[in-house]
């Protein structure tokens, strides 16, 4: 049963929606303020955090940068409908996805078992061979990276965007392909999720010795990541 925590400070909408997913099969805390929200995600227990951006005190922004100081545990946002500063913000600081209040309990359940299918490694032992593509080497079944010979950190949503751009290396592919089989849903007007994953992409890993970036954007189509 995965293990969730629940950060929002409204205690009526945690407890409905905690009740909701422990009956969905997840295994659901709740606390109600960012600062009891980080201590519990970092004592490493929980297989995904929900995390409400809008709380007074510490604010789901900074709690989500302190979580992502130590750890990569995945994070999914709930922010205002509409507000794209926040939720381009969480997806900047390493959220993997975000659902916009109000939210039905059903669309949640739904997003994170997308986000935990993503997250969990595979059980594949000595058969999980690396996927190479120039300079990157990925092992999906242990949701490893490797760029240049040393370890990329990155979120569970960022290796499977990655894993997908990867696979297809040399080829364009387009956002709704890219936010179906890296984020688990189809992709939605105006949604910039994958956008802001590639730019966080880019910067880790730096540009060609041509000064062009590894993952480029073909205007109108998608992205490409470029081989050698």
């Known amino acids: 049963m995965p293990k969730v925590l629940l950060v929002d400070d409204d205690v009526e909408l945690a407890d409905l929606l905690r009740e909701y997913l422990q009956r969905e099969g997840f295994d659901t805390d709740a606390v109600h303020d960012g600062a009891s ?4 995600a970092l004592d490493g227990g929980y297989d995904i955090v929900v995390l409400d951006v809008m ?3 510490l604010d789901g922004v900074e709690a989500l940068r302190r ?3 130590a750890s990569r545990v995945p994070v999914l946002m709930l922010t205002a409908r509409g507000d794209d500063v926040d939720r381009i913000v969480g997806l900047e600081l390493g959220a993997d996805d975000y659902v916009p209040k109000p939210c039905t309990p059903r669309e949640l359940a739904a997003r994170l078992r997308a986000i935990l ?11 999980d061979e690396p996927l190479a593509a120039g300079p990157l080497s990925l092992w999906p079944g242990k949701r490893l990276a490797r760029w240049r010979g040393e370890t990329l950190s990155l979120t569970s949503t960022e290796f499977s965007l ?4 990867a696979r297809q290396a040399g ?3 387009g956002k709704a392909e890219l936010s179906e089989q890296a984020l688990g849903r189809p992709l939605a007007r105006f949604d910039r999720s994958i956008d802001v ?3 966080s992409l880019r910067q880790k890993l730096g540009q060609r010795g041509d000064g062009r970036s590894w993952i480029e954007t073909v205007r109108g ?8």
């Open 55 to 57: 709380m007074p005190g």
């Open 67 to 69: 979580i992502r100081l």
């Open 221 to 228: 189509r998608g992205y490409q990541f470029l081989l050698d």
């Open 117 to 127: 299918r993503r997250a969990r490694p595979a059980d594949t032992g000595a058969a």
């Open 197 to 199: 994953h590639v730019s």
């Open 162 to 165: 990655l894993e997908v751009l």
């Open 37 to 40: 929200g980080v201590a519990r």
């Open 171 to 173: 080829r364009v592919v």
